[in-house]
């Protein structure tokens, strides 16, 4: 693979091709905030909290880092007023889901965002899909899924999977950023559901 030279935070990195800008920031010690991102898989760029401004021949857009691939001579700035900004109003919006969350808070207090700003819809879910894609991706078990869409959308287990394959594993657990228990409650309450379910 090609090594390519790029400019973040005015610091000049080496790369591989290939890599993305998040692994690039990450491997030259440049920290970007993510919920979504997880090394053991395919980026997913769902969360947004890892959009960063970019420019090139003048021109300047915001892209999410963790899908975005490195390019020879990028300017990359990781924190500006555009960016900050965004960032503020994602995690404004994501506690009004989950207003306990640690990981949350800490950033929250990082960009001066306001938990209170938005109406509380608590779920503790901010549909990071971490424990989606892991148990489907590292797993291979695929018990646990979203279900509907938009606004109602939401994580369950599959209950005639989940029954067989999660207590003896909860890897996905310590991944939720909106707390393990959210997951260890809605498993248990799949699974209730499950063994009460009365044989056809």
Not at 68 to 83: F, H, I, M
Request: proline letters at 4%; one cysteine or more.
């Amino acid at each position: 693979m090609s090594e390519i030279l790029l400019n973040i935070d005015g610091k000049e990195v080496k790369a591989q091709e290939g890599m993305t800008l998040l692994e690039a920031a990450k491997s030259a010690g440049i920290n970007i905030p993510t919920l979504c991102y997880h090394e053991k898989l395919e980026p997913f760029g769902g969360c947004r909290l890892c959009i960063v401004e970019l420019e090139q021949r003048g021109w300047t857009r915001l892209v999410v880092s963790c899908v975005y691939p490195v390019e020879k001579n990028l300017v990359v700035r990781t924190r500006s007023e555009k960016v900050d900004r965004i960032r503020k109003m994602i995690l404004e919006l994501q506690m009004a889901h989950a207003p306990d969350a640690f990981d949350l808070q800490e950033l929250a207090q990082e960009y001066g965002a306001d938990r209170n700003r938005f109406e509380k819809e608590s779920s503790f879910c901010i549909h990071c899909g971490l424990c989606v894609r892991y148990c489907a991706e590292v797993k291979k078990a695929n018990a646990i899924g979203f279900v509907d869409r938009g606004i109602r959308k939401e994580i369950s287990f599959i209950p005639e999977i989940a029954s067989k394959e999660c207590w003896n594993c909860k890897e996905c657990f310590p991944l939720c950023p909106t707390e393990a228990l959210q997951a260890a409650y809605v498993l248990t309450k799949a699974l209730a559901s499950f063994e009460t379910t009365p044989e056809k």
